[in-house]
Structures are given as C-alpha cells and as structure tokens.
C-alpha cells in the first residue's frame, strides 16, 4: 500500500516570502502521479500543482513550483511571493493503479500554512 | 472548467434517521466518483470508490450496510448514512473523475458537514 507523509503538521512564512513544504512517500509503483492540494477554510479542494512520475522536469504553475526527487520519494511544494489568500491546508497525494482502475488518491496529513502580514 | 456539486453543504438529522448526500458532475461524464470523510484537523479519508452502473468498493473498516452508495447515472452518485449516530458526524466529501482520459484529475465537491444529534 501506498504512503503518503507530511512531517510538518504547521508551517508559517511571511508575507511575500517563500515557503517549502515537505511530503515524502512510498510506492512499489513506477508510474504515478503526485499532487498537492489546497484546502482553504471553505473546505473546497483545490488543486494546486500536479506531477507525473515519468516526467523528469519540476513542474510549475505560477508561484508554485514543486522539487520532484523520484529516487527519494520526495515531492516537496515551494510557495514563491507568499500571499495572504496562500494561508490554507495543503495535502499531498499520490495517484497509483488502484487495480480496479480507478485511480484512488492517497492523501498526506496536511500542513496547515499561515501567511503573516 | 469542470464542477462537482454536492448537496447539502450542511444537515442536522436526529440519531437513527438516515440522510443522503449528492455528488453531481455538472459539465462532465464521470464513470468513477469517490467518496471521503475528514475529520477536523485531519486528513481526507477514502470511504468507497462509485462507478456507474455496478457496485461501489469500499474501503476496509467501512460498513456498506451503513454507508450506502448509489451511481446510477454518469453524473450523479449518492451517500446515503442510514440510522445514522453522533459518531457518524463528520465531513463528508465527493470527488469525480471525467470519463474517458485515465490521466484527468479527479474533481471534487464543496463537501457536506453532517452533524448528528
């Protein structure tokens, strides 16, 4: 079975700084995807930053950039230009073959982020 | 882009009555839709994953007597908690996958906070 490990229960960064959280995993699979998501205090899943395990490039979607380290199992998400609207849960997840087909998520424990101003 | 509508977003029911949740795909097919709790400060957990048109696998330690699933149409499945108890209370969330592409996220709802009294 699949893993998923935040060690960073709650993380703080400045307003306008940056910020890494960490995930680490565990898999017997060679193809994967990983995610992370954001959970604001509305609850609603958002999708924040996507990677594919067969894909060597870091993936980046604005300030949102991920460091992927395959061999590690690491997958950690670093936050640039930290933002008051960044304050939220952040999950990591993993996205083997279930066997079923259905591509079941493996969610972290979350790291709650607080931006100060 | 893609939405997920679950309704309610919140419900009270008495202890020993049953109370159904809808997940709905609004602008997509979804063959595959998930169903999780959370509960507070916590992860999500994966309860049962629904496809269209056959039966919901649940995950272990879920009671399919108690937790009953319905996906009788590409854009709708159902969570129905029947005789339902104070520990019951949690959050609930759905989350579908398009039909078709494997490689698609999964998209998920807003979420519904049953409380049971």
């Known amino acids: 079975a699949q893993t998923v490990t935040q060690s960073q229960p709650e993380m703080s960064v400045q307003e306008a700084e940056t910020v890494t959280l960490s995930c680490t995993y565990d898999?017997?699979?060679?193809?994967?995807?990983l995610f992370w998501y954001k959970q604001p205090p509305s609850r609603q899943m958002i999708l924040v930053i996507r990677q594919e395990a067969y894909k060597q490039q870091n993936a980046t979607e604005n300030r949102f950039s991920v460091n992927f380290q395959k061999a590690a199992k690491s997958f950690s998400l670093k936050i640039s230009d930290s933002q008051l609207g960044d304050a939220a849960m952040y999950f990591c997840?993993?996205?083997?073959?279930?066997?079923?087909?259905?591509?079941?998520?493996?969610f972290g424990k979350g790291t709650k982020l607080s931006v100060i101003p | 882009g893609a939405v997920v509508s679950q309704h309610p977003s919140r419900v009270i029911c008495k202890s020993g009555t049953s109370v159904k949740i809808e997940c709905r795909s609004l602008d997509f097919q979804a063959t595959t839709m998930f169903w999780y709790r959370q509960f507070p400060k916590q992860s999500l957990m994966l309860m049962a994953t629904?496809?269209?048109?056959?039966?919901?696998?649940?995950e272990q330690g879920v009671e399919k007597d108690k937790f009953l699933i319905n996906h009788a149409s590409l854009t709708l499945s159902t969570l129905t908690v029947t005789s339902a108890h104070p520990e019951d209370s949690s959050f609930y969330i759905c989350?579908?996958?398009?039909?078709?592409?494997?490689?698609?996220?999964?998209?998920f709802g807003q979420g519904t906070r049953l409380t049971v009294v």
């Open positions: 989350s579908a996958r398009p039909a078709g592409t494997m490689n698609t996220e999964a998209f």
């Open positions: 629904s496809n269209e048109g056959s039966k919901a696998t649940y």
């Open positions: 898999t017997s699979e060679s193809d994967y995807y």
């Open positions: 997840a993993y996205r083997g073959y279930s066997g079923a087909g259905s591509y079941q998520l493996t």
